[in-house]
Protein backbone atom coordinates (compact mmCIF):
# COMPACT_ATOMS: atom_id res chain seq x y z
CA UNK A 1 0.00 0.00 0.00
CA UNK A 2 2.86 2.25 0.35
CA UNK A 3 3.27 2.45 -3.67
CA UNK A 4 0.03 3.09 -4.17
CA UNK A 5 -2.08 6.47 -5.28
CA UNK A 6 -4.37 6.60 -2.13
CA UNK A 7 -0.74 6.35 0.00
CA UNK A 8 1.12 9.75 -2.57
CA UNK A 9 -2.47 11.38 -1.75
CA UNK A 10 -2.17 11.29 1.41
CA UNK A 11 1.58 12.94 1.38
CA UNK A 12 0.76 15.08 -0.75
CA UNK A 13 -2.12 16.85 1.27
CA UNK A 14 -0.23 16.52 4.53
CA UNK A 15 2.51 18.60 2.38
CA UNK A 16 -0.14 21.27 1.32
CA UNK A 17 -1.60 21.40 4.93
CA UNK A 18 2.06 21.99 5.83
CA UNK A 19 2.62 24.64 3.55
CA UNK A 20 -0.72 26.37 4.39
CA UNK A 21 0.07 26.70 8.27
CA UNK A 22 3.60 28.12 7.53
CA UNK A 23 2.07 31.09 5.22
CA UNK A 24 -0.91 31.41 7.33
CA UNK A 25 -3.51 30.63 4.90
CA UNK A 26 -5.28 28.25 7.62
CA UNK A 27 -4.68 28.17 11.42
CA UNK A 28 -2.00 26.14 12.95
CA UNK A 29 -4.24 23.63 15.06
CA UNK A 30 -5.65 22.89 11.24
CA UNK A 31 -3.14 20.26 10.63
CA UNK A 32 -4.44 18.07 13.19
CA UNK A 33 -7.14 16.79 11.20
CA UNK A 34 -4.29 16.26 8.12
CA UNK A 35 -2.73 13.56 11.08
CA UNK A 36 -6.44 12.20 11.72
CA UNK A 37 -6.87 11.44 8.33
CA UNK A 38 -3.50 9.96 8.13
CA UNK A 39 -4.10 7.68 11.22
CA UNK A 40 -7.60 6.64 9.36
CA UNK A 41 -5.86 6.11 5.81
CA UNK A 42 -3.53 3.12 8.08
CA UNK A 43 -6.19 1.83 9.93
CA UNK A 44 -8.19 1.06 6.81
CA UNK A 45 -5.47 0.38 4.80
CA UNK A 46 -2.14 -0.68 6.40
CA UNK A 47 -3.47 -2.03 9.62
CA UNK A 48 -6.96 -3.29 8.80
CA UNK A 49 -8.11 -5.12 11.55
CA UNK A 50 -5.15 -4.20 13.95
CA UNK A 51 -4.41 -2.39 16.85
CA UNK A 52 -2.24 0.10 16.48
CA UNK A 53 -0.81 2.33 19.76
CA UNK A 54 -0.97 6.45 18.49
CA UNK A 55 1.34 8.38 20.19
CA UNK A 56 1.18 12.15 20.01
CA UNK A 57 0.73 15.38 22.30
CA UNK A 58 -2.49 15.61 24.74
CA UNK A 59 -2.82 18.89 22.41
CA UNK A 60 -3.18 17.29 19.65
CA UNK A 61 -5.06 13.69 20.40
CA UNK A 62 -7.33 14.41 23.24
CA UNK A 63 -10.83 15.51 21.92
CA UNK A 64 -12.15 16.91 25.13
CA UNK A 65 -9.53 19.35 25.60
Do not use: P, T
Not at 26 to 53: C, G, P, S, T, V
Amino acid sequence: MLDSASYYARLLEGVIRLFEVHYQVRRFDEHDLAMANNIHWLLENLYNNQKIIVWGHNVHVNRQR
